[in-house]
């Protein structure tokens, strides 16, 4: 029978397994004491505007990477059409040839209406394969990816709100369970869904021009993902962001965001069992989607003071110079009973006759963050006019 090599065993029981854990770092960054779900990499932040600001995105100024951060936002684009290119070598430290990609398009259909599209892909390199006396077997490159959706519509001048839908494909490997079980390995697949809301509102601040936002998304609620015929089970990532953001034109050349965001994955918190595997302090995670979601908000072993650390901050700031050029900082703090990952951001951008180009660098070090010194980089394009010139 074929067995894994021990890269191989290290995805398998990070993602796949998690009640088999054997490796310290989840796919986002995360070490084990996090809340364990499948298909990690569905929040993890793919572009490096809000990667150089902490993890942040929610209620900042819209552009075409809302499809991730908040779809509702697409409705308050201007542009015709706008598209997206991000990639980020990832957790390099680990392994030499992770690596997420993504790709976003918006379309706005008239003044109120918007539609997006985005394709996220993660890379997993190549796997040695090796039998029980470790004969070569050849390798394999296991890959997750998601496709999805939104339709945003603008309600009166200041809200908006956003329905998507997408697809979950993770294909991890292609032989048998390293549990011994002797079950059939298969792609997972699975449908998910989201909604989301957006409020812009522009005011006078200090005798200055300002715009406060805010906005929520709640993505990733689907069906649960299984890699065999006849095994478990696992949750999606399902998930709440919240955010506010407020910017201000400090003058005709300076504009300056502060903005923070809130996250919550809406999933059971697993039980505290003893050794013969029963619930001593807790509840059961064994339970359907919708139950999962609304008990996610109580179920806490430890009680209401658990499910605050449960929750991660992420505040940031950006400055523009005249639109043309930006800098960005932010931190990211998740409690250390909850998955430890902590650090700092930064980032530029670039404005160009149509042409965004952003960059971001996490600063941590190899102790705190298995994400450190982590890059990425995106380029997006506007094309097609300004709906907004066509207002009467």
């Known amino acids: 029978m074929k067995v894994f090599s021990t890269k191989s065993l290290f995805f398998l029981c990070s993602l796949l397994l998690p009640a088999l854990a054997m490796s310290q770092t989840n796919t986002n960054g995360s070490n084990l004491t996090a809340i364990p779900t499948a298909v990690p990499f569905l929040n993890i932040t793919p572009d490096s505007r809000s990667g150089a600001m902490g993890d942040a995105g929610v209620a900042i100024s819209p552009d075409v990477n809302a499809n991730y951060w908040n779809p509702s936002k697409l409705a308050f684009l201007t542009n015709d059409n706008d598209v997206s290119l991000s990639y980020s070598p990832w957790l390099r430290q680990l392994q030499p040839d992770i690596s997420l990609s993504y790709l976003s398009y918006a379309h706005k259909v008239d003044e109120r209406n918007s539609i997006g599209a985005s394709l996220r892909y993660f890379n997993y390199g190549t ?36 329905l998507t839908a997408g697809f979950i494909h993770s294909n991890l490997s292609n032989s048998f369970f390293a549990t011994g079980t002797g079950q059939q390995a298969k792609a997972g697949n699975a449908v998910a869904a989201g909604v989301s809301f957006y409020y812009n509102k522009p005011l006078q601040e200090f005798g200055n021009d300002a715009v406060f936002s805010f906005g929520t998304n709640m993505s990733n609620i689907g069906s649960k993902i299984s890699y065999s015929n006849s095994g478990p089970k696992y949750f999606l990532p399902a998930n709440l962001k919240i955010g506010a953001a407020n910017m201000i034109n400090l003058d005709d050349y300076n504009q300056i965001t502060i903005t923070l965001d809130l996250n919550k994955l809406l999933v059971p918190t697993p039980p505290i069992r003893d050794a013969n595997g029963n619930i001593i302090k807790g509840t059961d995670d064994n339970v359907s989607v919708p139950a999962g979601i609304f008990g996610s908000f109580t179920d806490a072993p430890n009680g209401f003071s658990e499910e605050l650390q449960e929750i991660t901050l992420s505040p940031a700031i950006e400055y523009w110079y005249n639109q043309l050029f930006a800098v960005r900082a932010g931190y990211f703090y998740q409690n ?32 705190n963050s298995p994400l450190a010194n982590t890059l990425r980089f995106t380029l997006i394009a506007n094309f097609g006019g300004d709906k907004n010139s066509n207002k009467k």
């Open 127 to 162: 796997v040695q394969l090796r039998d029980a006396n470790q004969n070569d077997l050849g390798t394999y490159n296991p890959n997750e990816f998601e496709i999805n959706g939104s339709f945003a519509r603008k309600f009166g001048n200041d809200f908006s709100l956003a």
């Open 336 to 367: 250390a009973n909850q998955g430890g990952a902590h650090y700092f951001t930064m980032g530029v951008g670039f404005k160009y006759s149509g042409y965004n180009f952003d960059f971001s660098y996490l600063a941590a070090s190899q102790q």
